[in-house]
């Protein structure tokens, strides 16, 4: 979290949360089998987070 916080020049609590809540809603996981030091790597759920786009799509654009 630490590098991506970096590269977005935003601090690093808020990446965790946002991390934190994408992980509660089941659309990234992390991978802490292969943890590199205090390295996580995370992956996102694409089956989970074409579900959400589909239901954001649907909330944005309703059927007529």
Do not use: F, M, W
Request: charged share 35%; aromatic share 4%.
């Amino acid at each position: 979290t630490g590098e991506l916080a970096k590269r977005l020049d935003i601090p690093r609590q808020t990446v965790v949360r946002h991390i934190r809540s994408l992980e509660d809603e089941d659309l990234v996981h992390s991978n802490t089998a292969n943890r590199r030091g205090d390295r996580v790597q995370y992956r996102a759920d694409r089956t989970q987070l074409a579900v959400a786009l589909d239901d954001l799509r649907t909330y944005v654009l309703p059927a007529d």
